[in-house]
């Protein structure tokens, strides 16, 4: 069965001033993945995931979300049609004013008629499928630590069960066991969900766990494929990336789990 | 027998690839829940209040087992697995028997997942009415009473650094302290100049309007005098002050408080006070009496012009009557506060900004705290004022 991409983008160019971020920039995202996109500091990678869900214009291109032209869309489409992505910002982006339950309860009162008492429990369904003990529900954002914020906006991302999931970096700022615990909370809700993730990540062992293909920024470009077949790739950034000290140790760690689930299983 | 008793009606009508379709089929001691259709977020709402009706401890009567068949579900999402779930587990506390067939293989995780959720915790206790609203008036009350004793410890904190640097006056950060004096000096003058001037005239003219009626229009110029001279002058000076300079120290050291910079200076051994305090407060201690004075000068203008339009008295006459109606003390009186009120916007300003803590939240609800702290204190302290010189005779 012939996949259609769940996001395809085509020729994209983005400009800050005479400053070209992305020139003649595809990608294409497909059903049920999880995408992992990567590159250096000030490569645009926050700029084409903000372009993605629309708080950015292109400059030029064109951006298919689930079969629609972002482009072409009037603004009720959009809004139709941003329910069924969620996105984590890179701190969680909670409302601060709102405890962790009606911060999940937001999308699902603005997009849906179901009663309050049912909204309720389905936010604290989400807020249990996150990770987070059940009396997070009533505590405020600033309650909680930063690996629980994240986890909190997480929630508030799959609130409408959405068929694309975006990420923004996120396990920075956790430590590494934080960091474990999020992938793989991430790789598990992709499968009980059936999701689509992009992750914008900086985290090479988020890569090698939970990716299942890289798209690398580049020269205002985008290279894709999965680990194996970038590091083929000449390219010296590419190279230094996945060969560096950090890229080797986190191939060993990966291998090494990996063989150990083998011959565990 | 009883026949099955089926639900038809409106649900024959809906598409299923749109809508939730529950299917309700009973035959004696047993009760088959046909779940088919989309159960997803935005289709669950209608068949959600169906499916609690199914729950009611009368349809329940003579029951002992329930099927719920999910094999003709076409789409199934969160919220329509944990209404299956919910509904399982209220059927179970009810002492039925309940089965859940024909679960599709995509469908299994996404139950198990929803059914893994623990109980959910009970709301924060809340105290009821009249006690809570004790409970947060004493806290308030509290909270009050610590700030007011930390606002005094920074003051002798400030103190102490101020003293300290009397003693090696080339430790004032010189560039700094100019640097301030420009941006609450000479920056506010179009503001305070305008103000000042539009005070005067309303001033004039509401006293015009009222003298008038007893032929004493001449002593308009001793309301304004007296009045811009003694309380006005200062008070709208402190008030913007307040508000565009008080407010503009708590932003700024807020900011640097939530960046770690005021952390990041004490690590390199520099007290905050003396680097961003003082020269802050030095600053519109020597600035303030400078702008009273200009904003006096600018009433007394408003109001002469005003008086001149309105009661035809023009320059001459407005100075000698002016000369006439106040000595020194009126202008002195100003005067001496302007220093005060000055170090008290400024202690104000920076305390809370150094108060910020945490996030960039703080910073904006720091700086309203800051204004309404300012204006508050810059008062009461004008109304302690006027008690004392009162006493004094002045």
Request: glycine share 10%; aromatic share 6%; with cysteine.
């Amino acid at each position: 069965m012939a996949q259609e991409p769940v996001i395809r983008i085509q020729g994209l160019l983005t400009r800050f001033g005479s400053t070209v971020v992305h020139q003649d920039l595809d990608l294409e995202v497909r059903r049920g993945e999880i995408l992992g996109l990567v590159g250096g500091s000030g490569s645009g990678k926050s700029v084409l995931l903000n372009t993605i869900i629309g708080l950015r214009r292109p400059d030029g291109g064109r951006i298919e979300v689930l079969g629609q032209d972002m482009g072409r869309l009037d603004p009720a489409a959009r809004r139709r049609l941003s329910r069924r992505w969620g996105v984590l910002f890179q701190d969680g982006a909670l409302f601060s004013s709102l405890t962790v339950r009606q911060n999940v309860e937001v999308p699902l009162a603005t997009h849906t008629r179901i009663s309050p008492g049912l909204r309720a429990e389905l936010a604290e369904v989400k807020i249990a499928l996150a990770g987070l003990p059940p009396d997070a529900a009533h505590k405020y954002p600033s309650e909680l630590s930063g690996g629980m914020r994240k986890r909190a906006g997480l929630a508030r991302a799959i609130a409408l069960d959405p068929d694309i999931l975006f990420l923004d970096e996120p396990t920075a700022g956790l430590d590494p066991i934080g960091a474990a615990a999020f992938d793989s909370l991430v790789a598990e809700l992709q499968r009980a969900l059936g999701l689509t993730i992009l992750m914008v990540t900086h985290d090479l062992d988020s890569l090698y766990t939970v990716c299942d293909r890289v798209a690398v920024l580049l020269d205002r470009r985008i290279r894709i494929g999965t680990i194996e077949e970038l590091m083929t790739d000449p390219h010296p950034w590419i190279a230094d990336y996945f060969g560096g000290p950090r890229g080797r140790a986190a191939e060993g760690a990966h291998a090494r789990a990996r063989a150990a689930a083998e011959a565990g299983g | 027998m009883v026949s099955g008793i089926r639900w038809r009606g409106p649900v024959q009508a809906k598409d299923p690839e749109q809508a939730a379709i529950l299917t309700r089929e009973r035959q004696g001691e047993q009760l088959r829940l046909g779940f088919s259709g989309t159960w997803v977020t935005e289709t669950l709402a209608a068949e959600e209040t169906r499916l609690r009706r199914c729950l009611d401890a009368r349809e329940l009567a003579g029951l002992a087992q329930v099927q719920l068949d999910l094999g003709a579900l076409q789409r199934l999402d969160t919220a329509g697995a944990w209404l299956v779930c919910r509904t399982a587990a209220a059927l179970r506390s009810a002492g039925l028997e309940v089965s859940i067939e024909g679960v599709q293989e995509g469908h299994r995780g996404l139950l198990d997942a929803v059914a893994a959720r623990p109980d959910p915790a009970p709301p924060p206790h809340a105290l009821p009415f009249p006690l809570g609203l004790l409970a947060r008036v004493g806290e308030a009350s509290l909270a009050l009473a610590a700030d007011a004793r930390a606002l005094v410890g920074f003051l002798g904190l400030t103190v102490v650094v101020l003293l300290r640097v009397a003693v090696r006056p080339g430790r004032v950060r010189f560039t700094s302290l100019v640097h301030h004096m420009e941006k609450v000096g000479f920056d506010a003058l179009p503001i305070v100049g305008l103000l000042a001037f539009l005070i005067g005239v309303v001033l004039a003219f509401q006293g015009a309007d009222q003298l008038a009626r007893f032929g004493a229009q001449i002593f308009t110029v001793n309301l304004l005098g007296i009045s811009v001279l003694r309380e006005m002058g200062i008070l709208i000076t402190a008030i913007i002050v307040a508000g565009r300079s008080g407010s503009a120290f708590t932003a700024q050291i807020g900011t640097m408080q939530v960046n770690q910079e005021v952390d990041a200076l004490r690590t390199i051994g520099l007290d905050p006070v003396e680097v961003l305090v003082l020269p802050r407060l030095l600053a519109l201690v020597l600035v303030m009496p400078l702008l009273v004075f200009y904003a006096n000068i600018m009433a007394l203008l408003g109001g002469g012009v005003m008086v001149w339009v309105l009661l035809d008295i023009g320059p001459d006459a407005f100075i000698r009557q002016l000369h006439n109606a106040i000595g020194l003390n009126a202008f002195l009186v100003g005067m001496i506060k302007a220093p005060i009120f000055a170090f008290v916007i400024a202690l104000v300003g920076c305390f809370e900004g150094l108060r910020a803590g945490g996030n960039a939240e703080a910073v904006g609800s720091q700086t309203t705290r800051a204004v309404v702290e300012a204006i508050f204190l810059v008062i009461v302290l004008d109304a302690a004022f006027s008690v004392f010189f009162s006493v004094i005779g002045i």
